[in-house]
């Protein structure tokens, strides 16, 4: 959400009055050493990465903006939990295709080059692929803020 005031005036918008919000937001990227060791693999094709999906970890940012932004009852929960992936090559080269286009490099690539340069970073991922897998599966431990709100 580049524009979250603007986010957040929308989801009130849509609600009926006494209606229910949850929002659930990535903490920082320093919270997920899987993600930082994922994206520092891209930033060596790329260069330097600003990882928008991690730009609102603040819980008490987010209960601020829930608050202001007219909801009541407003709580903020961080939840640490593990998300599992069937065939850990596949999202390093979804986690690719996303962190591409959040560099200046990517910025600058056609849709074919993006998908080649992906398909790289993605051979490259493969050791912190490996660390990360336990019988047979990509384990990947997140935090999330989860918040709910009020109309």
């Known amino acids: 959400m580049p524009d979250k005031q603007a986010a957040i005036?929308?989801?009130r918008r849509v609600l009926t009055p006494g209606g229910r919000l949850g929002i659930a937001t990535w903490r920082p990227l320093e919270d997920s050493a899987g993600m930082v060791a994922l994206n520092a693999v891209a930033e060596r094709h790329v260069g330097r990465i600003v990882d928008s999906r991690h730009s609102f970890g603040d819980p008490?940012?987010?209960?601020s903006l829930l608050t202001d932004g007219g909801f009541s009852d407003v709580t903020v929960e961080t939840v640490a939990h593990d998300v599992q992936?069937?065939?850990?090559?596949?999202?390093?080269?979804?986690?690719a295709m996303a962190?591409?286009?959040?560099?200046?490099?990517?910025k600058a690539l056609s849709e074919g080059e993006r998908g080649e340069l992906a398909g790289r970073i993605a051979a490259d991922s493969e050791e912190v692929i490996a660390k990360a897998t336990r019988e047979g599966?990509?384990?990947?431990?997140?935090t999330s803020n989860i918040a709910t709100g009020r109309l």
């Open 60 to 63: 008490e940012a987010l209960r």
């Open 99 to 106: 962190v591409i286009g959040m560099s200046e490099k990517g």
């Open 9 to 11: 005036h929308e989801m």
């Open 137 to 142: 599966m990509f384990v990947l431990p997140l």
């Open 85 to 95: 992936f069937a065939d850990g090559a596949v999202f390093a080269r979804l986690n």
